[in-house]
């Protein structure tokens, strides 16, 4: 397994040679190809996961059927520890949203690493803490921010993480469908997709299958506040 992204994770950055090569012995690798999911909101748990590569949708179903997407995450993140810290059924659904490769770690074995390495549980908490200030930022723009604004914030963050430099712009390969999108700005896809025209018009972006490539940053930036 490509365990370099895991090396490099803040985790397990303050882990000496010995103690990482210890660790990686106790992770089950795990392959899923776009669509096929990790685990289901409501399932019992007691693993975690880290992302090797590929990119993983943390969601949640309403009673009808719809779906609300929590986060997109990438290598070097984590998820399914909740149920260590706090026992009780899987909170969300994951899903692989493109060819993903995971490193599964046992809830007992990061407990145990806890115990004799706290700086770990340092990281933890910083990595919970995190994500606790961008799940307050998202509730607050679907109180305060118009679908156009959700979009444009959405799309910066997804630059943020996974862009790369193109020659007109930064290429974002979310490969995210555009009901995808909508699930994650909590919007209707025919709104997002309106939203997402009137960027095109603009020239502000360009939009590709599973991709955009920003072309004026500072614009979408503006529009995103
Ligand atoms: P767990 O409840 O074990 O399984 C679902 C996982 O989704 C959960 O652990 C967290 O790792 C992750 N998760 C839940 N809510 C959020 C959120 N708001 N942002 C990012 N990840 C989340």
């Given at each position: 397994?490509?365990?370099?992204?895991?090396?490099?994770?803040?985790?397990?950055?303050?882990?000496?040679?010995?103690?990482?090569?210890?660790?990686?012995?106790?992770?089950?690798?795990?392959?899923?190809?776009?669509?096929?999911?990790v685990?289901?909101?409501?399932?019992?748990?007691?693993?975690?996961?880290?992302?090797?590569?590929?990119?993983?949708?943390?969601?949640?179903?309403?009673?009808?059927?719809?779906?609300?997407?929590?986060?997109?995450?990438?290598?070097?993140?984590?998820?399914?520890?909740?149920?260590?810290?706090?026992?009780?059924p899987?909170?969300?659904?994951?899903?692989?949203?493109?060819?993903?490769?995971?490193?599964g770690?046992?809830?007992?074995?990061?407990?145990?690493?806890?115990?004799?390495?706290?700086?770990?549980?340092?990281?933890l908490?910083?990595?919970?803490?995190?994500?606790l200030?961008?799940?307050?930022e998202?509730?607050?723009?679907?109180?305060?921010?118009?679908?156009?604004g959700?979009?444009?914030?959405?799309?910066?963050?997804?630059?943020?993480?996974?862009?790369?430099?193109?020659?007109?712009?930064?290429?974002?390969?979310?490969?995210?469908?555009?009901?995808?999108?909508?699930?994650?700005?909590?919007?209707s896809r025919?709104?997002?997709?309106?939203?997402?025209?009137?960027?095109?018009?603009?020239?502000?972006?360009?939009?590709?299958?599973?991709?955009?490539v920003?072309?004026?940053?500072?614009r979408?930036?503006?529009?995103?506040?």
């Amino acid at each position: 397994m490509d365990i370099e992204v895991l090396r490099r994770a803040p985790l397990f950055a303050s882990l000496g040679d010995d103690v990482f090569a210890a660790l990686t012995e106790e992770l089950t690798e795990v392959d899923l190809s776009r669509g096929a999911s990790v685990f289901r909101e409501g399932d019992q748990g007691d693993q975690l996961y880290f992302i090797v590569s590929g990119k993983i949708k943390l969601g949640r179903s309403a009673p009808d059927g719809r779906e609300n997407l929590l986060a997109i995450l990438g290598p070097g993140e984590l998820f399914g520890e909740m149920a260590l810290f706090d026992p009780s059924p899987r909170n969300a659904t994951a899903t692989a949203v493109s060819e993903t490769r995971l490193a599964g770690l046992r809830h007992e074995n990061l407990r145990a690493l806890i115990e004799t390495r706290p700086e770990v549980s340092v990281q933890l908490l910083q990595a919970l803490a995190r994500r606790l200030r961008r799940t307050n930022e998202s509730l607050a723009d679907l109180v305060f921010s118009d679908v156009p604004g959700r979009v444009a914030k959405a799309l910066l963050d997804l630059a943020d993480r996974f862009g790369r430099p193109a020659t007109d712009g930064i290429l974002v390969a979310h490969e995210l469908t555009q009901e995808e999108l909508a699930q994650l700005v909590g919007a209707s896809r025919e709104t997002v997709n309106k939203a997402l025209a009137e960027f095109v018009q603009r020239g502000w972006l360009r939009l590709e299958a599973r991709a955009v490539v920003i072309l004026d940053v500072q614009r979408l930036r503006q529009r995103s506040r």
